[in-house]
């Protein structure tokens, strides 16, 4: 299989740079951080949540709902371009990862059991986001 291309691409040693090692094994390895530990989830601040990657806008504040789950999540990205998503089939489990558009960063999951407008719930891993309060 050929490797994804991306508006924005670095090695990996670059990655470990500019990432720290928690933000590296998220946005690059495709992990996911223990439930309730980001600070995101307390953020109730007007602004936008980007990537912790490449500083690209993805969510509003706007969106993001309190879901119980224990990471950020939201109802839908400022617009549909900025990510992708894939059928991911680690752990026994068939999942839709989110991904960047912009670099490829792993952000977390969707799922079909959000509120409306949507009904999806953008289960994100804070690591891979950073919020930038103001104009949501």
Known sequence: MAEERYPIMKSEADWKRLLTPAQFQVLRQAGTEPAGTSPL???????????????????????????????????QPIDPRVIQTKTDRSYF?????????????????????????????????GLALKFVPGQA
Not at 99 to 112: E, Q
């Open 41 to 75: 989830n307390k953020e109730h601040r007007q602004g936008r949540f980007v990537c912790a990657g490449c500083n690209t806008p993805l969510y509003s504040s706007k969106t993001k709902f309190e879901s119980g789950t224990g990471w950020p999540s939201f109802y």
């Open 93 to 125: 489990m068939v999942r839709t990862e989110v991904l960047c558009a912009t670099c490829g960063g792993h952000l977390g999951h969707v799922f079909p059991d959000g509120p409306k407008p949507t009904g999806l719930r953008y289960c994100m891993n």
